[in-house]
Nanobody, 125 residues
Framework: VQLQASGGGLVKPGGFWRLSCAVSGDTSLWPATAWFRQAPGKEREGVACISSKDPSADYADSVKGRFTISRDDTKNTVYLQMNSLKPDDTAVYYC???????????????????WGQGTQVTVSS
């Protein structure tokens, strides 16, 4: 399976933005897609995850209530809708494939499948 993240840009604090992750190939073994992000000087952080086999989605506490992950299986695309953006949301955002959404002690574990190339989101006035 191959993934490609896109849609990054510059947005003002309090604004909203949407990222896309195009998924191609055989997704039958990789039904879960997770969004991660990495800010300069910080570790990569799991943001949200969704699976075609589970209607619910998981979110990091830092984005809960502001970000929404969704999928359109007709377009083989997973979206990350980001609202009420803060400067702390500035990062390179990546999407990754997995067999299921992996969490441990409230944090996302790194997906074991393919990763897409990251896309930069900058939140600044």
């Amino acid at each position: 399976v191959q993934l490609q993240a896109s849609g990054g840009g510059l947005v003002k604090p309090g604004g909203f933005w949407r990222l896309s992750c195009a998924v191609s190939g055989d997704t039958s073994l990789w039904p879960a897609t997770a969004w991660f992000r990495q800010a300069p000087g910080k570790e990569r952080e799991g943001v949200a995850c969704i699976s075609s086999k589970d209607p619910s989605a998981d979110y990091a506490d830092s984005v809960k209530g502001r970000f929404t992950i969704s999928r359109d299986d007709t377009k083989n695309t997973v979206y990350l809708q980001m609202n009420s953006l803060k400067p702390d949301d500035t990062a390179v955002y990546y999407c990754g494939a997995d067999h299921f959404c992996r969490t441990y002690s409230g944090k996302f574990l790194t997906p074991v499948g393919s990763w897409g190339q990251g896309t930069q989101v900058t939140v600044s006035s």
